[in-house]
């Protein structure tokens, strides 16, 4: 009975909404720059998403009066901006034994004391717990790196290497190599892809990751030759399972010793081959210069990039992918001709109206150090607590570290589940009050948020603010939050603003915080 | 509300107006979601809304992710070109735990698999693959996932879901939620064939259970499956409850980023009440502690909740042994261990709350490895790998004979059986659905269920 008095009889039902007919609108595929009179407040505020985590008012306010063209050379010719911020580590948790230390616990096996080797083997257990806990002192590092830095396009960029260069402390267990290979991808973020290709295959993480350390000209290993044209380079389809073979021959003896690459002449198939139709002697480092040769490669670079910094590419609509495509084909033409160089490909984007169309704003899924790092940078809130923030980047699917497979993150729509959508929500809930996603309000963070600010910069942008009329401010919140608004969400917020009889103090300002957070929109950026 | 009242399966009409499948395909018409809808629906076992079809069955499928080797799971211990093969991690014939009438053993990790191989609880199916084999992790999990050879297209449990929903949630709703391409109305089953949505324990839903109009609901844990910011006062919770049932603004696209989560975020407010209730429930056996176990009692206590749902998705990772996998003992062993402890206390678990009937759980990787380990004391990708099903309706044994280790191509073993013959059978049988319009064309089903 209740499901009877549940169930709307088709009466009550709206009448079924005629399909739309009109093609879809699509973004304009032009990569000329925009107009410098076209670059405002939303202009500035979508560069700073898109090339960094997203600016607070201030910083918004501040390249929209330098313009298009000195916001775009600040952000990408970053390395006129002063920043050090490196993490101090250790370098030796995970040394290999020493000659002594072998010796020994082949002697201990020897005469089978047992106690000596139970010895051994704690120490060994000590020292990976001991590196365990760098581990997720580096991921903390690098999440307060991308909160502070101010070159935000070269930890966009490093994030991005990562999830395209996957690699995982899950599998190589030495954070100190992790940290390597974060700094090396970071060095060469927006310098050349080349560098980063020849630098990959000498990278003590990715030769462990995919057991490149332990393969011999007798026994080729085809992980890394594999991966290196499927997922580095040049992408599935464009080479063929013998130019793995060969390539994997051609990287053979590519290893390293402690916390450095080694070539290994005596492992090494100094014979010859035939990788992508090109024959010769070749080692490791003609493998990559063959790679690059391909037009193939500038595409499927210039693709990530795309995908990374525009929009999902595939994205499943197909009047969009057709443009995308124009667009992409237009990055790589611009990469191969400069010899793989990223920054004017990145400068040509950034100043692109494609980049700025208002169908391209706006629409990208946040990924969820985007999210996190983002709401910190715009909104001013607290840190509160590095370790709540990883465990939830982790809970979205993006553990700093720990990609989850050699393919690296998906992104896009993979980011959002119905399970995600919470965590998303609740981290913005912690920011903003310090109430944490699981536990009581006893843990919760006395440090609090202060909404103030925010509004004194807003009104900046926003005069009316000032005036402290309610739809003024909601209107700036929401310009500033989510880019847009939505006259139901706004219905909604309107609502809860009329419930607290108008009056906006900080508790009253952080709720709607809250509320805006919770929306769809603000997945976006 | 709902929840103590005496339900019955469901209609077409309850299906259509309750929880999540219509949250998922019309989120164009929020206003449409009635307050009683939200609750808990629950099915009801042995209510049949349609004689003769089974709406009772559920269906689990176990994913071991990184490509679990075969040959060390279910051992060829009769055969010498194993131990040729793998001198430094074949498993010892001695040490083989053997079957019945079999000329394979189970590794012996595998101790609590084997205790429900004597129950009759677990069929083999070895040799299992596909046609020219992928030995990209993802491509191959792709395949498996799709049921398709190129690996592109929706999951083969998503397009089970849209072909059974036809006719629900976006047209009849009016919504604008986009229908199944190919309206798949089946004769032969008739009306009221209505599965509830999936759920997959996880960070994310699997390919395979991602259909055109239908997804599944995924989540990993359910004390994160809620908003905390209701817990700052009512007005929060009101206001929050409001946004997220606006909807879509006019003009946006469906399609749009946008239009997918504003459904998302819907799907997830429904869903939340729904299954924190159920996942609450306290098994009634003890499970060890892996996540394998873990992800398993969950899924558990949701069928011991009635939930209606039909298909649960688990996974477990770490099979991507290249090296020092080990062979007794080792890596790979401990993997073993884990998993077959953990289902062993599943169908304790589901045996004592009466529904190991119900239950049919099937066990899969993206694919095998090499015959021959490699210089790492590790094996590489490789293809055919055997198969587990597991549920008192099974075929219990060892189904069909061992691929080839000698007849071999370039190193790895032929197939024998095509997954999608055992997708086949599953569909047709255990989830009284069409297979060959789900999976494109016809498979002859592979004989995993017994003769009633």
Partial sequence: ?525 | MSYDLPLTAFTRRQFLSTGLVMASAAVAVPHFIQASAMGLQRAQPGAKSIPGVNEDNIFVVIQLSGGNDGLNTVVPFGDQAYYRARPGIGVRADRVIKLSKAEEGLHPSLAPLADLYNEGLLGIVQGVGYPNPNRSHFKSMDIWHTAETSGTGEGWLGKYFDSECVGFGAFESGGRGRAPATPATSPKLGKGHNPQIGIAIGASAPLAMKGRAISAVSFESADLFRWTGAGEGDTLAQGYEQITRAGLPAGVDPDSNTGFLTRTALDAQISSDMIRKAVGTRPRTQYPNSELARQLQMVASMIQSKLSTRVYYVSMGGFDTHSGQGGEQGRHANLLGQYAAAIKAFYADLKAQGNDGRVLTMTFSEFGRRVGQNASQGTDHGTAAPMFLTGPMVTPGVLNPHPSLSDLDQGDLKYTVDFRQVYASVLEKWLTADARRILGSKFDPAPIFRKS
């Avoid at chain 1, 000596?116 to 997720?136: G, S």
């Avoid at chain 1, 310098?191 to 990751?209: E, H, K, S, V, W």
């Avoid at chain 1, 607590?385 to 729509?413: C, H, I, T, Y």
């Avoid at chain 1, 917020?493 to 809250?514: N, V």
Wanted: hydrophobic fraction near 35%; aromatic fraction near 8%.
């Fill in chain 1, 1 to 525: 009975m209740q499901n009877s008095t549940a169930t709307p009889t088709p009466a009550s039902r709206p009448a079924p909404t005629p399909q739309r007919t009109e093609p879809p609108r699509v973004p304009t595929s032009s990569l000329q720059p925009l107009k410098p009179e076209l670059f405002g407040f939303e202009e500035a505020r979508h560069l700073l998403m898109r090339a960094g985590f997203g600016g607070s008012p201030d910083q918004i306010q501040l390249l929209t009066r330098w313009g298009l063209k000195k916001s775009v050379d600040y952000l990408v010719d970053y390395d006129d901006i002063k920043y050090a911020g490196d993490a101090d580590v250790r370098s030796d948790i995970m040394r290999e034994p020493t000659v002594e230390e072998r010796q020994e616990y082949r002697q201990a096996q020897a005469r089978r004391d047992e106690d000596a080797l139970a010895r051994l083997r704690l120490m060994r257990q000590r020292a990976q717990q001991v590196d365990r806990e760098q581990m997720r002192e580096i991921q903390n590092w690098w999440l307060t790196r991308m909160i502070e830095t101010p070159r935000p396009l070269q930890e966009k960029l490093t994030l991005l290497w990562h999830g395209h260069f996957a690699t995982s402390y899950r599998t190589i267990e030495n954070s100190y190599h992790m940290l390597m290979q974060n700094n090396f991808l970071r060095k060469n973020a927006a310098g050349n892809f080349g560098d980063l290709l020849g630098g990959i295959i000498r990278d003590p993480a990715m030769l462990a990751y995919l057991n490149n350390n332990n393969s011999r000209k007798d026994r080729p290993n085809e992980n890394l030759a594999r991966e290196l044209m499927e997922l580095f380079s040049l992408g599935v389809g464009n080479y063929s399972e013998d130019d793995i073979k060969q390539g994997a021959r051609a990287l053979t003896g590519y290893t390293f010793d402690g916390n450095e690459f080694v070539f290994q002449q005596r492992n090494h198939d100094t014979g010859g081959k035939t990788i992508l139709g090109v024959k010769g002697n070749h080692n490791g480092d003609d493998f990559v210069k063959i790679i690059l040769q391909k037009r193939e490669c500038a595409r499927f670079i210039a693709g990530k990039l795309y995908k990374h910094f525009v929009n999902d590419f595939p994205s499943g609509r197909p009047a969009f992918d057709k443009v995308a495509q124009g667009v992409v084909d237009d990055l790589a033409r611009t990469l191969s001709g400069g010899r793989y160089e990223l920054r004017p490909v990145l400068k040509r984007l950034f100043m692109s109206q494609h980049f700025y169309d208002p169908l391209v704003r706006g629409e990208q899924i946040k990924s969820p150090v985007q999210l996190i790092v983002g709401a910190v940078r715009q909104l001013k809130t607290p840190v509160r607590d590095l370790s709540v923030l990883n465990d939830a980047a982790e809970r979205m699917g993006q553990e700093l570290f720990f990609p989850p497979s050699v393919k690296g993150w998906d992104g896009g729509r993979a980011w959002i589940n119905t399970a995600t959508m919470f965590v998303r929500q609740n981290i913005m809930v912690f920011l903003l009050t310090g109430r944490r996603p699981i536990g009581r309000d006893a843990l919760a963070d006395q440090e609090r948020f202060e909404p103030g600010k925010l509004l004194t910069q807003l009104a900046d942008a926003y005069p009316a603010v000032n005036g402290g009329d309610s739809t003024a401010v909601l209107d700036a919140m929401l310009r500033f939050m989510l880019g847009r608004t939505n006259p139901a969400g706004r219905a909604a917020l309107e609502d809860f603003m009329r419930s607290r009889t108008g009056k906006l103090d900080d508790e009253g300002m952080t709720q709607l915080c809250m509320l805006i957070t919770s929306m769809p929109e603000y997945q976006l950026c």
